[in-house]
C-alpha cells in the first residue's frame, strides 16, 4: 500500500487524510450550508467563532432599544409626552428597523456589521426637529424618509462610493482611532465613570466613600468598579488568548454586578419585570408604523404658525443635516470597523461597500416608515469584529438578538449597562493601533487627522469628526500653494459641509 508522501498534518478542517496539500471535504447539513453561504473556511473564521461574535455585538448595542424608545416618550425626563408616541410603540419600531437592516447588510455585503436607529441622530430627530422646530413627530419621519430614498438613489448610481474615495487619506488614517475614542468615551459615560461636573464638562466620578455627599454612595461606586473589573478581566482573557473574551468579560460584570447588589439594601427591590408585550404592539400599530404617510406631509400647522418660507428653509436645511450626518456616520463606521478587524481590500477599501451602503439607505427607509429615526450601522459592531467576527453570519445572529429582544424587553435590561461599557472602552484601545500610521510631523496630514480623531468624541458625532478634517485638509492644502492636490469631490464635500455647519448649528 502506498504511503502518503506529505508528513505535515493537514491543516483544513474535515479532512482526514494527514496531508497538508489537500482539499478539505465539502462541509454537510446546515453546518455546510452556512460555510457556503456566507464563505466562513474562505474568510478564515468557523460557525461558533461568528456567533460569539454577534452576541457580543448584539449585548454591547441592546440598549438601544431602551435608550430610544425613552428619549421619544420621555425627552425630558418628566413623563412629558411631547411627541404623542408611547414606550412600546418606539420600542417595536426601533427593533423591526434594526432586523431589517442588519439582515440586509448582513446578507448582501457579508460583513459582520449591525444597524439600528443611530444615537445622535435620533437626539437631532427628537430635540432639534421635534421639541425645538416645532414638527410634529410624523413631519420629522418625512425628512428620514427623504434621507432613506436619497441615499438609495446615491448609492444605486454609484455617487456614494465616489464620495467616500473622495475623503483624503489622512482623515482615512484617523477614522478608526477617532471611532476608537468615540466608543471607549460612550463606555466611560455609559458606565458613570466619566460625569458632568458642570464645570469641565468631563471628570472622573467621585469614589471618595467619606465625602458625605450622593456622588460617593456605594451605590453610585459600585457600577464603575464593576466596569473596571469587567475591562481588566477582558484584558487579561485576550493576553491569555482566551476565546470569548468580550462575552465572557460582559458576562463576569454581569454576575458581579447582582453579586454585589445584595450589598445594597433597594438594590433587587428596583427590579421590576412588566411584559406588556401585546400592548407594545398594539401601540406601534396606531402610534408609529405608517405615520409617514398618514400624517407626515401634512406641514400646514407649522406653515401657519412660521410661514412657508420659514417652512421651506427648515425642510432643507434638516434634509441636508440629515444625509451628510447620516452618510459620513455610516461611510465613519464602515471604514473604521472594517479596517480594524482587517477585512479592507488590497486597495485599502471597504469590500462590497455599495451593498453596504443600499442596506443603510433601505434600513434608514425602513426605519421612517416603522416610526423611528435614522437608522445607520453602529459603532458598536466593532465588538464583535474584535471577537473574531468576519461575516454577515454575525450580523444575522445580532438581527436574531433583537427579534427575541422584542418580545423580551425587561430581561435584556437587565444586562447592566456598567458591563457593555466594559466591553466598548476595551474595543476602543483596540481601535487606536492605526494612529502609527499617520505621519504626524506633516502639518498637513496631521491636522485634519487630529481634528479628525479628536473631534468625533468631543462632539459625540463620527460625521462631525469627518468634516472638520476634510475642512482643514482643504483650506490647509489650498493656502500652502497645494490647491492642485485637491481632489474636485473632496473640495465640493468641504464646502456642503460648511454649509451645513452654518445653517443647522
Known amino acids: 500500500m502506498e504511503e502518503n508522501k506529505n508528513t505535515q498534518p493537514c491543516e483544513t478542517q474535515d479532512c482526514n487524510c494527514g ?13 455546510g450550508w452556512l460555510d457556503r453561504k456566507f464563505r466562513l473556511t474562505e474568510k478564515g473564521t468557523t460557525v461558533r467563532t461568528e456567533v460569539i461574535a454577534g452576541i457580543v455585538t448584539f449585548m454591547t448595542m441592546v440598549y438601544i432599544l431602551m435608550v430610544n424608545a425613552n428619549m421619544f416618550a420621555n425627552p425630558f425626563g418628566d413623563g412629558t409626552n411631547v411627541l404623542g408616541v408611547s414606550f412600546g410603540a418606539i420600542y417595536i419600531a426601533t427593533a423591526i428597523s434594526a432586523i431589517v437592516g442588519t439582515v440586509l447588510i448582513g446578507l448582501l455585503s457579508n460583513l459582520p456589521l449591525a444597524q439600528a436607529s443611530g444615537m445622535g441622530l ?24 427623504i434621507d432613506g430614498l436619497v441615499f438609495i438613489i446615491l448609492t444605486v448610481t454609484g455617487l456614494r462610493k465616489q464620495i467616500f474615495s473622495a475623503i483624503p487619506d489622512a482623515v482615512k488614517k484617523a477614522i478608526p482611532a477617532g471611532i476608537g475614542l468615540f466608543i471607549a468615551f460612550i463606555g466611560l459615560q455609559g458606565a458613570g465613570i466619566v460625569v458632568d461636573d458642570g464645570a469641565t464638562l468631563v471628570n472622573l466620578v467621585s469614589l471618595n466613600f467619606l465625602s458625605g455627599d450622593a456622588a460617593g454612595t456605594w451605590a453610585r461606586i459600585m457600577p464603575v468598579l464593576v466596569c473596571f473589573a469587567g475591562f481588566i478581566s477582558i484584558s487579561v482573557l485576550s493576553k491569555k488568548g482566551v476565546k ?3 462575552l465572557w468579560g460582559i458576562l463576569i460584570s454581569t454576575a458581579l454586578y447582582y453579586l454585589l447588589g445584595l450589598t445594597i439594601p433597594t438594590f433587587y427591590a428596583g427590579l421590576t419585570f412588566n411584559f406588556s408585550i401585546g400592548q407594545q404592539f398594539a401601540d406601534f400599530g396606531t402610534q408609529a408604523v405608517g405615520k409617514v404617510f ?53 486597495e485599502g477599501d471597504v469590500p462590497n461597500m455599495d451593498k453596504a451602503m443600499l442596506a443603510d439607505a433601505i434600513a434608514t427607509t425602513t426605519g421612517a416608515i416603522c416610526g423611528t429615526s ?19 453570519l454575525t450580523s444575522i445572529v445580532v438581527a436574531l438578538g433583537f427579534f427575541v429582544a422584542m418580545f423580551l424587553g425587561p430581561i435584556f435590561q437587565l444586562i447592566p449597562g456598567c458591563a457593555t461599557a466594559a466591553a466598548l ?34 462632539t459625540y458625532n463620527i460625521s462631525y469628526g469627518i468634516a472638520l478634517g476634510i475642512i482643514s485638509y482643504v483650506l490647509i492644502k489650498l493656502f500652502t500653494g497645494k490647491a492642485k492636490d485637491i ?3 473632496t473640495a465640493v464635500i468641504g464646502l456642503v459641509f460648511a454649509i451645513m455647519f452654518f445653517l443647522t448649528h
Open 19 to 31: 496531508a497538508s496539500s489537500c482539499e478539505a471535504a465539502p462541509k454537510k447539513g446546515f453546518g
Open 122 to 145: 435620533n437626539a437631532f430627530f427628537v430635540y432639534t426637529m421635534c421639541v425645538g422646530f416645532g414638527l410634529t413627530y410624523a413631519n420629522a419621519l418625512v425628512l428620514v424618509l
Open 374 to 392: 435614522t437608522v445607520t450601522t453602529f459603532v458598536e459592531s466593532s465588538s464583535g469584529i474584535a471577537e473574531g467576527g468576519k461575516t454577515g
Open 294 to 346: 398618514t400624517e407626515g406631509f401634512d406641514f400646514s400647522a407649522y406653515a401657519t404658525a412660521h410661514g412657508t418660507g420659514n417652512l421651506v428653509l427648515i425642510i432643507v436645511t434638516s434634509a441636508l443635516a440629515f444625509c451628510m450626518v447620516d452618510m459620513f456616520d455610516t461611510i465613519g463606521t464602515l471604514y473604521g470597523a472594517c479596517a480594524r478587524g482587517g477585512l479592507l481590500t488590497a
Open 244 to 246: 470569548g473574551s468580550i
Open 425 to 458: 472602552i476595551y474595543v476602543g484601545v483596540l481601535m487606536l493601533n492605526g494612529v502609527k500610521e499617520i505621519e504626524w510631523t506633516d502639518p498637513a496630514v496631521s491636522v485634519p487627522s487630529f481634528l479628525t480623531l479628536a473631534m468625533m468624541p468631543l
Open 487 to 489: 481632489n474636485v469631490l
